[in-house]
């Protein structure tokens, strides 16, 4: 079983090579549901319906969320009704929304509910909340504590970055599944994501850090920061926050008790011995996923050491 925490685009994005280069039915994904919110009395679901969409084959590819060839209707008209439209869910998107919500509201929990829709949308690939309680990521800025979306898409990240908060997270649980399947990984990939806001709360979930030290599994990261910049998302501003170096070097450092490979940029090649001073191998690739190839090769890359 190959284990990969993933976030949302970059890891969806990733998923897409793995599922080219091993079976799918051999791919466990444990995503992340910190940016997970209430909206329209809707539970939103952001990183698992990327994933899910994604290998569903689904998602609108352009922006990396959201159903592809999506209309705006019915959000059109919840505008004319006074209710908040920055967050853009589209017709078929909402209708997730909607059916998540009542099996939730059912009493199914989150991992049911992620099963089903996989189910439905003919995924086999294995796909974990990483709690089924929730971990709400909280921004802290000079404008006050902010929901990660909030913060992201509604005030597009204009806010400064005080710190990052997983609220609830000292009484969230592994969902059901999840420390098992890093116990008896063949190999654990940390996904292409944000490291305070996608693999961040992942690892803050108690058990699941130290279900990754205990596993017999290599653990293998690839670095969402390339040439000291991110491909996308505000991974910046919130490593800044944390006091991590902008870098590769800073990803190594940020999981340095966990890792046994960190796969860098060709761009980042000057900083393979840095890495590797952390005790850490480094494999330097292309890491930019521009299509099918580059996803299937990047995966590869990320097995090789097996
Ligand atoms: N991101 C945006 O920047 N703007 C949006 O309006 C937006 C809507 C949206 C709807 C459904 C969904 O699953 C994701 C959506 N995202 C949107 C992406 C999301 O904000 C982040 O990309 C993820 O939460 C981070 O991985």
């Given at each position: 079983m190959i284990v990969t925490l993933a976030g949302g685009v970059g890891a969806a994005r990733f998923l897409e090579g793995l599922v080219q280069v091993v079976p799918p039915e051999t791919i466990t994904a444990i995503v992340n549901t910190g940016d997970d919110f209430e909206l329209h009395g809707l539970h939103i679901a952001p990183d698992l319906d990327i994933v899910t969409c994604t290998l569903a084959g689904v998602i609108d590819q352009v922006q990396g969320?959201?159903?592809?060839?999506?209309?705006?209707a019915c959000l059109e008209w919840l505008g004319r009704l006074g209710a908040p439209t920055w967050f853009n869910l589209g017709d078929r998107d909402l209708a997730l929304h909607i059916q998540r919500t009542a099996l939730l509201r059912a009493g199914h929990t989150l991992s049911q509910v992620v099963e089903q829709f996989r189910r439905a949308f003919g995924v086999t690939v294995r796909i974990l909340p990483m709690s089924d309680q929730p971990v709400p990521t909280h921004v802290l800025t000079p404008a006050g504590e902010l929901h990660f979306e909030e913060y992201f898409v509604q005030r597009r990240a204009a806010d400064e970055v005080l710190g990052v908060r997983f609220a609830g997270v000292e009484q969230a649980a592994p969902a059901p599944g999840v420390p098992d399947a890093i116990l008896e990984a063949e190999t654990v990939i940390l996904a292409?994501?944000?490291?305070?806001?996608s693999i961040g709360p992942i690892l803050a979930v108690p058990g699941i850090r130290a279900a990754l030290r205990q596993t017999s599994a290599p653990v293998v990261a690839v670095s969402p920061i390339v040439g000291g910049a991110?491909?996308?998302?505000?991974a910046v501003p919130l490593m800044r926050a944390a006091g991590l170096e902008i870098s590769a070097v800073g990803i190594a450092q940020t999981y340095r008790d966990l890792l046994d490979v960190l796969v860098i940029d060709q761009v980042d090649a000057a900083l393979k011995d840095a890495v590797e001073a952390l005790g850490i191998r480094a494999i330097v690739t292309d890491?930019?996923?521009?299509g099918p190839t580059e996803k299937a090769n990047l995966a590869r890359v990320a097995l090789q050491h097996r």
């Open positions: 969320w959201g159903i592809t060839d999506d209309s705006y292409p994501s944000n490291p305070i806001v991110a491909i996308k998302g505000p890491t930019i996923m521009r």
